[in-house]
């Protein structure tokens, strides 16, 4: 099977897109066999489809059917990357969102944009505490439709991530699970160290940036006022807007593209 791929990095998140038609079943087994080491080696994998609405210029379907806000950034740049549209401002739809989402795209150079989208509201978000080898830790989930992210202010070691994703796990219901340890660089800058776990891949990234986590503390940290913060992380920054409407943006490069093989 030949797949036709852009690898892109919106704050080295690294992501793959495939823009030809495939079969949703078989999407697992691609995202896990192009992710992999022996092939292209990316965070994460999403699939470009047509649009159920009119008014949007394609579809992103992430892999595991959640929601992830840096691939959208990606699929957005990429509509002017590939020339789909010269507008600015336009619409995209994704897996995890039922409504479209406004993007705002702007070009750097041929493979260098600034993206900036809109995201889903959260459906709840709760407290929640669990003993982790005897240790009681505490923090907030943000339940989106397609990922949830449980926000703590517990700085874990590396070995605790794989613990902490065993218990939240228990907890809550979702297609994938986040873990975004948060600290306090000065005001309104934030650190974050994501960790994502995608049910239907199986696969478990500590990641370079992530859009959603960033979106998830901003709105924690927000309080349903209006704001504004800069997330850090390792990959970069990604800047949160809250208010009647949130977004996300990032700088976005194109990397490489081509084709990859698999059985």
């Known amino acids: 099977m030949k797949l036709n791929f852009v690898k892109i990095s919106p704050s080295k998140n690294m992501t793959i897109l495939i823009t030809n038609y495939i079969d949703p079943a078989q999407y697992s087994y691609i995202a896990k066999t192009l992710m992999d080491y022996e092939y292209i080696n990316a965070e994460q994998l999403g699939f470009l489809v047509t ?14 059917g959640e929601f992830c806000g840096n691939a959208l950034l990606a699929a957005a740049s990429y509509c002017h990357y590939n020339g789909l549209t010269e507008q600015r401002n336009f619409l995209l739809e ?29 459906l709840s978000i709760r407290e929640l505490t669990f003993d982790l080898n ?40 979702n297609k994938a699970i986040g873990i975004i340890p948060y600290r306090r660089l ?14 239907e891949t199986g696969s478990q990234f500590f990641e370079q940036a992530c859009g959603s986590g960033s979106l998830a503390l901003g709105i924690y940290l927000a309080k349903g006022i209006e704001d504004k913060f800069n997330i850090h992380q390792p990959g970069g920054v990604i800047n949160v807007e809250t208010g009647a ?4 943006s990032t700088d976005v490069r194109f990397t490489c593209e081509g084709f990859a093989e698999i059985d």
């Not at 005897?134 to 070995?159: A, E, K, M």
């Not at 409407?245 to 996300?248: A, F, G, L, P, Q």
């Open 51 to 64: 649009p159920k609405s009119k008014d949007s210029l394609i579809r992103l379907e992430m892999s595991g």
């Open 94 to 122: 994704t897996s995890g969102a039922e409504s479209p989402l406004a993007c705002l795209v702007e070009a750097t150079s041929s493979n260098y944009f600034k993206a900036k989208a809109e995201m889903p509201e959260p």
């Open 134 to 173: 005897g240790r009681n830790i505490s923090g907030s989930c943000v339940q989106l439709d397609g990922i949830t992210h449980f926000l703590t202010d517990y700085w874990p070691s590396q070995d605790d991530f794989n613990l902490i994703i065993e218990e939240v796990s228990k907890r809550i219901e």
């Open 186 to 199: 000065r005001e309104n800058d934030y650190e974050i160290w994501p960790f994502v776990y995608v049910k």
């Open 245 to 248: 409407k949130n977004y996300i």
